[in-house]
């Protein structure tokens, strides 16, 4: 299979490892300094670039007849945007805020804890997200997602790096190091903690996800997400 790599920092390179370890080309690697040249020739491309490069990047896969992984977050608000083009297009796009296969995972447990403890009004719940200092979002896609999977399955409304209201789930992100990414989910009250918690050792599970992700998007027209790569619906 011939991939494009759309942003060629450090995931990029991870990513590009582990695709020829399966056996795939690699037909362009695009950062700032270069062309889309080599873009068409492409059976999947793979986005992990910047937020302010993701969208031209995203688009220009779907003009290309390319179907395209997108890893980038810091962008969402031109998601819906992204959808529009792809179905005019007739395009083939996953956007996921981590491909990890243990997040994906990590996902479907905060979804199903969610359900459980949204019948228990003594635990008030509060989220942590740990990156490293070059990561520009804040908080992480991955935890934005979090949120989204607690809201969508309890009477919380909304999600806040400030001070929480009573239906605000707080958010806090710090930016330490070199740390790949390390997520905690916890109901707290005044008798006991529960925590759920995913820790990244390093990108390749990131990489070695949005890899899978482009080997099942090869092909395929349509909308999809990484539960229906991992089959999790």
């Given at each position: 299979m011939k991939i494009a790599l759309l942003g060629y920092g450090k995931m990029g390179k991870v990513i590009e490892r582990i695709a020829l370890e399966r056996g795939h080309e690699i037909v362009l690697k695009k950062d700032e300094s270069n062309t889309y040249d080599g873009l068409s020739t492409a059976d999947v491309a793979i986005?992990?670039?910047?937020?302010?490069?993701?969208v031209d990047n995203i688009s220009n896969c779907?003009?290309?007849?390319?179907p395209v992984v997108s890893g980038t977050t810091g962008w969402l608000e031109?998601?819906?945007?992204?959808?529009?083009?792809?179905?005019?297009?007739?395009g083939g796009f996953i956007s996921s805020s981590n491909f990890s296969l243990g997040v994906n995972i990590f996902f479907e447990l905060n979804e199903y804890l969610a359900k459980i403890m949204a019948q228990f009004d003594s635990y008030k719940v509060t989220m942590e997200e740990i990156h490293h200092t070059q990561k520009l979002d804040a908080p992480s896609g991955t935890a934005i997602s979090l949120a989204k999977g607690v809201i969508e399955n309890s009477n919380y409304a909304n999600?806040?790096?400030?001070?929480?209201?009573?239906n605000e789930i707080h958010i806090e992100a710090k930016r330490i190091g070199d740390v790949p990414g390390t997520h905690?989910?916890?109901?707290d009250s005044n008798v006991d903690s529960i925590e759920l918690k995913h820790t990244a050792h390093n990108r390749e599970g990131f990489a070695?996800?949005?890899?899978?992700?482009?080997?099942?998007l090869a092909g395929k027209k349509g909308i999809y997400s990484m539960k229906d790569v991992l089959n999790l619906k």
């Open positions: 986005d992990f670039s910047i937020p302010t490069a993701a779907f003009h290309a007849n390319v031109h998601y819906d945007e992204m959808v529009k083009l792809c179905n005019e297009k007739q999600w806040t790096l400030d001070q929480a209201k009573n905690t989910v916890t109901y070695l996800g949005a890899v899978i992700a482009a080997e099942w």
